[in-house]
């Protein structure tokens, strides 16, 4: 069984720009969630999407947004990067909404410069 | 602000002893309860979780949670140097639609 998979796994961007993450959960679970991680603050939570439907979102600036596709993938977008947007940023999918054990991929570590 | 305290480490430990990993939560109305490892580079993998106050064994490791004291741990019996990595705690929200995670403890297993 396939794990969940990001998509780019590195990237560099520039003050100002913006992003785009891609997220495909595993097969059959239905809620995505995004955590960023830095060494500073550890992993923070950012948002949780269940059908399509952002269900929780974390103490994030508006700069940061996503969505959730019919057939369960997310994507993540952060506008108008800062040099503190760098870090690694996980996406984690589960089968149910709010049972179960909750499944990292690999992770896209943004470098803003 | 909801929290999960751990401690950061290291945490040296030789081969074959037990580790102890701990963590408290501030937020009584978390219902579950998971510990991830996660190596240098890597993304955090799942070892354990617990929902119920208690013990739970999973070959060498062991969580335990009391609700009352609002403390989790992990036990690591038999250590193995390919067990040193960084141990996350995480609780549930409310919601049980996030986790909010502790910074993680930096355990070292030496041969």
């Known amino acids: 069984k396939a794990g969940v998979t990001q998509t780019p796994r590195y990237l560099i961007k520039t003050r100002g720009q913006q992003v785009t993450l891609s997220c495909s959960p595993i097969?059959?679970?239905?809620?995505v969630s995004w955590y960023q991680q830095t060494p500073g603050q550890g992993l923070q939570f950012l948002f949780e999407?269940?059908?399509?439907?952002?269900?929780n979102k974390g103490n994030f600036p508006g700069r940061f947004s996503g969505r959730q596709f019919s057939n369960s993938r997310s994507e993540m977008n952060v506008s108008t990067l800062e040099l503190g947007d760098s870090a690694l940023y996980l996406c984690?999918?589960?089968?149910?909404?709010?049972?179960?054990?909750?499944?990292f991929g690999e992770g896209s570590r943004l470098t803003v410069l | 602000q909801k929290e999960v305290e751990q401690n950061s480490g290291p945490l040296s430990v030789p081969e074959g002893a037990i580790a102890s990993l701990n963590c408290t939560y501030s937020?009584?109305?978390?219902?579950?309860f998971f510990w991830y490892r996660q190596y240098s580079g890597k993304s955090p993998e799942l070892i354990m979780f617990?929902?119920?106050?208690g013990d739970k064994e999973d070959g060498r490791f062991t969580a335990q949670l009391n609700k009352a004291s609002q403390y989790v741990s992990l036990l690591i019996r038999d250590s193995q140097p390919s067990d040193s990595a960084t141990y996350l705690c995480?609780?549930?929200?409310?919601?049980?639609?996030?986790?909010?995670f502790g910074k993680g403890t930096t355990l070292s297993v030496s041969s």
């Open positions: 984690a999918s589960r089968h149910d909404r709010n049972t179960g054990e909750l499944f």
């Open positions: 097969s059959g679970h239905r809620s």
């Open positions: 999407y269940f059908s399509e439907t952002q269900r």
């Open positions: 937020d009584r109305g978390s219902q579950s």
């Open positions: 617990i929902y119920s106050n």
């Open positions: 995480a609780a549930g929200d409310q919601a049980g639609t996030a986790l909010i």
